[in-house]
């Protein structure tokens, strides 16, 4: 058996041993399960109660039916509604808008590998967060220490369908199902890794890159995910007297409305990493390397736009009236940011770049992400004006640098994520969402330091955790991760799929 088959069959042996401690430490058999017939049949004492919502009494007891069932928190139809349909609306943004996207950007001999990594990330990050990553990102906290979860959430053990978390929901309450909060959680967490295929494309084993998404999920995403976004019950869920209920640069105040540090800071800087380690491609800065196809490029953009609406908007976890300010500050950010895009680059080149107008879309996404539920549309304007600009001062740089991140993970990503995440130091105003705080310019300076913290912070974490990830790997891999010079050559749809992307013949 070859080394990647004993790599997958020892993480699989870990998963069942992973699995076999945890539930018999929680001793599930011994306690009441729900039947089909009477789903909410929960009772006081049961494991998952303690990270449910369950109506209390003013004593704080909780109230009961006559048969001694608790009652669980009412569920808002519309707020349901509104995250299922977000859920959806960025899950499209992978496996289709994604795919398509960097599809169409690469060369037409790696069109069918880039796509496939995008869309097999879909499906293995799924798993892994279902089994293990919901629970290290937002689960309980290890230790009250604000940097990883617990496994207590492992294979969605407590995470309940049919009552709301006791911590997780809108500004007007936990008024959704903790497995619906939980299915929108995990879109992001699967979009996340897929970001970073922009700079390893054309040049990475597929196996490798199975394995090393796995890892990186596990090791930078989970751990940032809760550090910015883990919020408990009081008291940990009652494990640590006096926790103070987020991760840690959550407790420091850092805002982060919809991942601008957590997804675009951690991918565009480990994208940095990967791609500086993995070398440039055979013949870079010698034989062309343009988009093989703008009009995949255009389309993929566009749907990324539409389904960033589920993504920015859908964070506010309710069908509230922060989702209409997100949705708004969405939209012209983004089309300020496309706008401005195309208004350097004609400037700088003499022609109005297709390409170019589509990367300014995504850029403008990218940087209003963190900032959308706290700022205003005037500020919406601002941030896509110094997204445009930055991000395409970025690639040009990268470029000047002969840095061959592909498909400009670190320049879109990377540097927009950082923008982005800087400006809501800036720009936010607690009016728009209760819990945010006001920024710099309206009158609290130690917002931007809070920011600061919490995005230097994920990028430092991304950037020496996927430099470990990817040095490891490479010395235990046979061959390394990079494909040989002559598969590269040839083209990885042939040589990693034995497939190609357009048939004439």
């Not at 088959?5 to 993480?11: E, I, V």
């Not at 927009?416 to 800087?422: D, E, F, S």
């Not at 010079?485 to 357009?502: F, M, N, V």
Request: hydrophobic share 50%; net charge negative.
């Amino acid at each position: 058996m070859d080394r990647p088959a004993l790599f997958t069959l020892a993480l699989l042996v870990g998963i069942a041993a992973l699995f076999s401690v945890n539930f018999a430490s929680t001793n599930v058999a011994a306690y009441h399960l729900p039947t089909s017939e009477a789903p909410t049949d929960y009772r006081e004492g049961e494991p998952w109660v303690r990270y449910s919502c369950f109506e209390q009494n003013e004593d704080g007891s909780y109230n009961k039916t006559a048969e001694g069932y608790l009652i669980p928190c009412a569920i808002d139809h519309g707020d349901n509604a509104w995250m299922l349909t977000s859920s959806a609306l960025v899950l499209m943004m992978t496996p289709a808008g994604l795919a398509i996207f960097y599809g169409g950007l690469s060369r037409q001999k790696n069109a069918v590998s880039t796509l496939h990594m995008v869309f097999i990330t879909t499906g293995v990050i799924a798993l892994q967060f279902a089994l293990w990553g919901y629970s290290l990102a937002f689960g309980p906290d290890a230790g009250g220490y604000g940097f990883i979860g617990t496994l207590q959430w492992a294979g969605l053990n407590n995470v309940l369908h049919d009552v709301p978390s006791n911590a997780y929901g809108g500004i007007d309450g936990f008024t959704i199902p903790h497995q619906t909060y939980m299915i929108f959680q995990m879109m992001f967490a699967i979009i996340t890794p897929a970001l970073i295929v922009a700079a390893l494309a054309e040049r990475m084993k597929f196996s490798a890159f199975i394995i090393f998404i796995v890892l990186w999920a596990t090791f930078v995403y989970d751990f940032a995910a809760h550090w910015t976004w883990e919020i408990t019950a009081a008291d940990n869920y009652g494990l640590t007297p006096g926790y103070c209920g987020f991760g840690w640069t959550g407790c420091l105040g850092a805002l982060d409305f919809a991942g601008g540090t957590v997804i675009h800071i951690t991918s565009g800087w480990a994208g940095l990493a990967i791609a500086l380690m993995l070398g440039r491609r055979l013949g870079y800065g010698k034989v062309p390397m343009e988009p093989h196809n703008i009009s995949l490029v255009v389309l993929g953009a566009a749907l990324l736009w539409v389904g960033w609406f589920g993504f920015n908007a859908g964070s506010a976890a309710a069908a509230a009236t922060n989702a209409t300010s997100a949705f708004v500050a969405t939209q012209i950010a983004t089309g300020m940011a496309a706008v401005t895009w195309m208004l350097v680059s004609w400037a700088h080149t003499g022609r109005p770049s297709t390409v170019g107008a589509a990367s300014g879309a995504v850029a403008g996404l990218v940087a209003i992400t963190p900032a959308s539920g706290f700022v205003s549309p005037m500020s919406a304007i601002i941030i896509g004006i110094v997204a445009g600009v930055v991000c395409y001062a970025a690639v040009m740089f990268k470029n000047k640098r002969k840095w061959d991140d592909a498909l400009d993970t670190w320049g879109v990503h990377g540097i927009g994520g950082l923008a982005g995440a800087l400006l809501t130091g800036i720009f936010a105003e607690k009016r728009f969402t209760p819990w945010g705080d006001n920024g710099l310019a309206f009158g609290n300076p130690a917002q931007l330091y809070e920011n600061a913290v919490g995005a230097f912070a994920a990028l430092a974490w991304a950037l020496g955790i996927t430099a470990l990830i990817v040095k490891v790997m490479d010395l235990v891999w046979p061959g390394g991760i990079r494909v040989t010079p002559k598969e590269e050559e040839i083209g990885l749809d042939l040589s990693q799929h034995g497939e190609r992307a357009y048939v004439t013949e």
